[in-house]
């Protein structure tokens, strides 16, 4: 079965302070790996696509990196506003084209 | 701006009494899916829609049903809502199926039970 975990589930940093969130998967064909932002009461907002080992992307202070089992969300010297709940989510080859599956999120704030 | 738009986004109903939640896009996207979200859970598919063929996860309840009139709409209909189907819903697009796009999701409705 396929499987996404996140770790971890909070994180509270300083501002300014650089931190990482894990995506680990289990995927027997991975066609893509998203990132998402969510905020409380809203619904998830796309940040990032990732296809293949090895691919990065960047958004300002937002970094994302792909291996074979897992992804990281960078985020250097964060601020207030980047506080929310970022969630992975993998499409998978075997599942066809139109299902994610996603983590649970990792809820993370910012403290001035 | 285009966009995927759910309404209302506070939906209060009785147990057991039948509610339409709705969804509308201006991206002209072929998919549009349904997920339901409980708090601090992931989002959890119930179906999708890829065009007019409708496909339906298999731990998706019998309760739970969705109809699609047009290429911009699409509702989920709940017939007999339980206290367990308190959630947020949450209504996603994407451009087509064959590659691995991003869904575009709207800000939700949180639908509570009395």
């Known amino acids: 079965e396929d499987q996404v975990t996140q770790s971890p589930e909070a994180l509270r940093l300083q501002e300014g302070e650089s931190s990482s969130l894990n995506c680990s998967y289990t995927?027997?064909?991975?066609?893509?790996l998203f990132w998402y932002r969510q905020d409380p009461g809203k619904g998830p907002e796309f940040l990032f696509t990732?296809?293949?080992a090895g691919e990065e992307k960047e958004k300002e202070r937002l970094k994302a990196t792909l291996t074979k089992k897992e992804s990281f969300l960078h985020i250097t010297a964060p601020k207030p506003e980047d506080s929310a709940t970022y969630l992975c989510?993998?499409?998978?080859?075997?599942?066809?084209?139109?299902?994610?599956?996603f983590g649970q999120g990792t809820r993370l704030t910012i403290n001035p | 701006d285009a966009m995927v738009i759910q309404n209302p986004r506070y939906q209060v109903t009785q147990f057991g009494k039948p509610v339409t939640l709705s969804c509308s896009q201006t991206?002209?996207?072929?998919?549009m899916y349904w997920y339901q979200q409980k708090s601090s859970q992931a989002p959890k598919l119930l179906f999708h829609?890829?065009?007019?063929?409708?496909?339906n996860e298999a731990d998706t309840p019998d309760n739970f049903q969705s109809r699609r009139p047009n290429t911009s709409f699409c509702f989920l209909d709940i017939r007999s809502p339980g206290l367990g189907d308190a959630a947020m819903y949450l209504c996603?697009?994407?451009?087509?199926?064959?590659?691995?796009?991003?869904?575009?999701f709207g800000d939700g409705t949180r639908l509570s039970i009395l």
């Open positions: 989510a993998v499409q998978a080859i075997e599942q066809g084209a139109q299902k994610l599956v």
């Open positions: 990732l296809y293949s």
């Open positions: 996603a697009t994407s451009r087509d199926l064959g590659s691995p796009r991003p869904q575009h």
């Open positions: 991206l002209n996207h072929n998919v």
């Open positions: 829609y890829y065009d007019k063929d409708f496909n």
């Open positions: 995927v027997s064909g991975l066609r893509g």
